[in-house]
């Protein structure tokens, strides 16, 4: 709402399903796949409990619905397929009225490549303005290939490994869990976070200093070390936490990820050279904050969804530093291992 007051448009699309990272909206429905199973997103193992941002509607034109008054028209699977030119006749159906949101189904990369098309077609040379995930720079980007009117980049298979490397999860995935355990597997130092004294502002900075002096240590004993938040969705940790914050009156996910962007800070502020390694929405939020970064530009593509970045930042200190910011479920068990090798994972 606050951007469509600055980038005038006839129609706001909303590309929100990205099929190569298993992200489908189907009939306006969102669903995630975890392993071999696939998640209507108010059932999925972790987004129907997230501690901050609890998934309880998977329609996403209701779940828009609640932060907009503009109308969520839908694009839906049926619409997508078949010839062109009745994909494009029902297209300017649907966006006769100036201001709504055009939501598009995402099932297969075809419908992809339908959504970039259109919209490439439907620029007439003004502003159009683009709501998405990166589902949305996919579309685009191979249509723009197709035209010639981009190339596809150069992709490194490695950029060689890191001098030192730290990695910090406020995520409560599942995926994120396993990550954690094969780092400790190859013999690295992981961390649990006391998120309890977090949450509590008279223990919060001796448990932010006792994790920096932990990872510094482990660092100069050559280490990877892993500070972690919570194992998987049912950490008994993450209800404790929560209680202690109900208790305190204050929020807990807010907090944890705002002290753990403390901590990379301190972490980063003592070690040259250093890689991250971040998991968890929040907790990217809050180091980026913290390290004053204002852009990240992609440098090896570790995995779909989850590249290893150099950083720009306000701060000389952080600027140009290596850090990849994923969200808990992307990569598999090995990322951390691929961030810390700096090797694209085929």
Request: aromatic fraction near 8%; charge should be negative; include cysteine.
């Amino acid at each position: 709402e606050i951007a469509s007051r600055y980038f005038k448009t006839g129609f706001i699309p909303l590309v929100i399903g990205a099929p190569f990272l298993n992200r489908f909206v189907v009939f306006g429905n969102l669903f995630a796949r975890v392993g071999e199973d696939t998640f209507r997103l108010d059932r999925h193992p972790t987004m129907s409990k997230h501690p901050v941002t609890p998934m309880n509607e998977s329609d996403l034109r209701r779940h828009l619905g609640l932060q907009t008054e503009r109308k969520v028209q839908l694009m839906d699977l049926f619409a997508l397929e078949g010839e062109y030119g009745k994909v494009d006749e029902y297209f300017d159906q649907l966006t006769t009225t100036e201001g709504d949101f055009v939501l598009f189904d995402t099932l297969t990369r075809d419908h992809m490549m339908v959504v970039g098309e259109l919209l490439l077609e439907k620029n007439i040379g003004d502003t159009q303005f683009l709501v998405g995930a990166s589902g949305m720079n996919h579309a685009m980007a191979f249509c723009l290939q197709q035209r010639g009117l981009i190339t596809p980049p150069q992709i490194p298979k490695s950029i060689g490994a890191a001098q030192h490397m730290v990695v910090i999860t406020g995520s409560c995935a599942p995926g994120t869990a396993t990550q954690v355990g094969y780092m400790k597997q190859r013999g690295h130092e992981a961390f649990k976070i006391d998120t309890g004294a977090l949450v509590n502002q008279e223990s919060s900075g001796s448990e932010v200093e006792n994790c920096v002096s932990r990872a510094l240590h482990a660092i100069e004993r050559g280490s990877t070390p892993v500070l972690y938040a919570a194992l998987g969705p049912d950490d008994p940790s993450i209800g404790e936490t929560e209680q202690a914050a109900a208790r305190l009156n204050v929020r807990a996910g807010e907090l944890i990820a705002e002290r753990q962007g403390q901590m990379a800070f301190e972490i980063a502020n003592k070690v040259p050279h250093l890689r991250v390694g971040i998991a968890g929405g929040d907790t990217s939020g809050y180091v980026s904050r913290a390290l004053g970064i204002y852009a990240l530009e992609a440098k090896c593509p570790i995995a779909p969804g989850a590249p290893l970045c150099v950083a720009h930042s306000r701060n000389p200190q952080f600027d140009g530093m290596e850090i990849t910011l994923k969200g808990g479920q992307n990569g598999n068990e090995k990322f951390f291992e691929y961030v810390l090798r700096g090797q694209v994972h085929d």
